[in-house]
Each structure stands twice: as structure tokens, then as C-alpha cells.
């Protein structure tokens, strides 16, 4: 059994990109530096999109600008389309996720086009990265359940993934937005994309989020099954702004924590890790999501942003 496990921490990016109360770049870097020291080598940073759709992230250039004096870490952004991967590219990103919804109607408000759409879109920027040698996962927001269409079926989820792996193997991502994935629905889109499309599961990450508690259920599935890349966010910030009632990631201390006491591997120090989290707390407009730091530093834990 491999007993490396690779987490992906996304709070600059999926944590902060539907709090109404701007966080100025500074104290985003500060975050990500805390993040980093805490030995998470995987950081999605900011994501290159509209200002009008996610005023939060409209620093992604000037936070850019500081974020590879960083040491020890691969940092990523996200993209949804041409435009966004010559921005982040012009911005010195090297790593990208391109966005894409399993779910049709998703699609539409999200990105405003079909999915279908999407797709031919990541076939134009597929040629791009692979002239500029950078490279992309895809991610498949609403793996398992969209909030305008309901269950979307592992056999259509694993009909998006085949036709973008189709345009190029790259590394793909399943993402809970909604946070109403099951395990039982996990297995099943795993086992199937395995069997059919991806055999190698290395190249296979998951982002689950934590709305009904479901999180680190599903985490342990995914393991039984060989997958080891997840994302998640520290202080468990988050949440979609095209996706209503969607609460916070799975926080990464609690999935550290949780990967720690089953015996995986994940290179990261718990004592720094909360450090960052009493930290990523003070940015949120809600109450604490995760568990770890309520458990270990109750009076940090009560703070939140004014």
C-alpha cells in the first residue's frame, strides 16, 4: 500500500472566493506563507477569473507577484477558460486547474456556457499548455449532485472525464460542491472511472466539501480504492457562490488528523498547521467549520471576521 498522501490546500483559492468581506493581498499572503511552513507542498492559490464574478479574487495578479518568493511549494490557479490561462500564465503559473461542471445546468451559471462548450474550450487551451509546457488538471465541479439538476450518475460523470481525457490524459479532479456526495456514489464513479477510462488512480484527486458531515467519510472510501491526492482548506473555509448552501471544505487539519491516525504519510506538522488555521479563521464571515481546532484550541476557535 502506498502511504503517501498528497492534499492540495485550496484556502487561497475555494476558501476565500465567497467571503463578503475582502481580504487585503498582505494578509492572503501571510495566510499562504503559514500554510506552506506548515509542509503542505500543494497550494491553489487564486483562481484567474471575471472581477465581476468573484470580487474576492480580483487580486490574483498583485497576490502573483509575491507568491513564488514562497519556498517549498507548487502553487496552482484556477481557470475557466482562454483568457484565464493567458493571465494566470502571464502571471508566472506553471500549474492550473481548468474548471468544468458535470452538471449542464451548473455549467450554464457558473461559466455561462454547456459543458459541451467547456469542453472545446479545454481543447484550446490543452494546445496552449502543452506549447508553453504548462501543466493543467481538469476539475469536475458537481461530481455527484447539482442543486438545479440533483444525482448526476457515475456513469455521466465518467462520460465528462472520458471526453476530456479524450483531449489529453491530463490529471482530473472529482469535486462534492454541494457537499451531498455519499460514499456509496464515490465508490461507484471511482470503481467505474478505474475500470474505464483512468487505471492508474494516481493522477485522480478529490475535493470534497463538508456540508453534511460527510467529508471524511468519503475520504476513507477513496482510500480503500488506492486514491491519494485530496484537496481541502484550512480552517475548513469555503463555499460556492453559484451553488446555494454549500458550506466550507473538508478542513485540512481535520483530514490531516484523520490521515495521520490511520497511518498515511503526509509530511505535514499539526502545531504549524493550526497556527495557519487560527489564522485562516479570522478571514470567515461564518463560525468554525472544522473540527480539529475547536478540539485542540477551543479559544481560538470562537474567532471569526467582523
Known amino acids: 500500500m502506498n502511504n503517501t498522501v498528497w492534499i492540495e490546500d485550496v484556502t487561497g483559492r475555494d476558501g476565500l472566493q465567497n467571503e463578503p468581506n475582502p481580504v487585503p493581498t498582505a494578509q492572503k499572503l501571510a495566510l499562504i506563507r503559514k500554510i506552506a511552513a506548515a509542509g503542505l507542498t500543494r497550494i491553489q492559490a487564486t483562481s484567474f477569473v471575471h472581477p465581476r464574478w468573484v470580487p474576492q479574487l480580483a487580486d490574483a495578479e498583485e497576490l502573483s507577484r509575491y507568491l513564488f518568493e514562497i519556498p517549498g511549494a507548487q502553487f496552482s490557479a484556477l481557470i475557466p477558460n482562454r483568457k484565464g490561462y493567458e493571465r494566470a500564465v502571464a502571471a508566472g503559473f506553471r500549474h492550473l486547474e481548468f474548471v468544468i461542471a458535470a452538471s449542464d445546468t451548473f455549467n450554464h451559471r457558473n461559466l455561462n456556457r454547456s459543458t459541451k462548450e467547456s469542453l472545446s474550450l479545454l481543447g484550446e487551451v490543452t494546445e496552449l499548455a502543452v506549447r508553453d509546457g504548462v501543466e493543467l488538471r481538469v476539475g469536475f465541479s458537481n461530481a455527484y449532485h447539482c442543486p438545479f439538476e440533483g444525482t448526476i450518475s457515475a456513469p455521466a460523470l465518467i462520460a465528462v472525464a472520458r471526453a476530456a481525457r479524450e483531449i489529453h490524459p491530463w490529471p482530473i479532479s472529482f469535486g462534492d460542491t454541494d457537499g451531498m456526495a455519499f460514499p456509496w456514489q464515490v465508490r461507484e464513479a471511482v470503481t467505474l472511472l478505474q475500470k474505464e477510462v483512468m487505471p492508474n488512480l494516481s493522477q485522480l484527486g478529490l475535493h470534497f466539501h463538508d456540508t453534511y458531515g460527510r467529508g471524511l467519510a468519503n475520504v476513507y472510501v477513496a482510500l480503500e480504492l488506492g486514491v491519494r491526492n485530496f484537496d481541502s482548506t484550512t480552517g475548513g473555509l469555503g463555499g460556492c457562490p453559484y451553488c446555494p448552501g454549500a458550506s466550507g471544505n473538508l478542513a485540512t ?54
Open 253 to 306: 487539519e481535520d483530514l490531516v488528523a484523520f490521515l495521520q491516525g490511520m497511518g498515511y504519510e503526509t509530511g505535514v506538522d499539526m502545531e504549524k498547521l493550526l497556527d495557519a488555521a487560527e489564522l485562516a479563521i479570522t478571514f470567515s464571515s461564518r463560525s468554525y467549520q472544522g473540527r480539529l481546532l475547536r478540539a485542540m484550541r477551543p479559544n481560538a476557535a470562537c474567532s471569526v471576521a467582523k
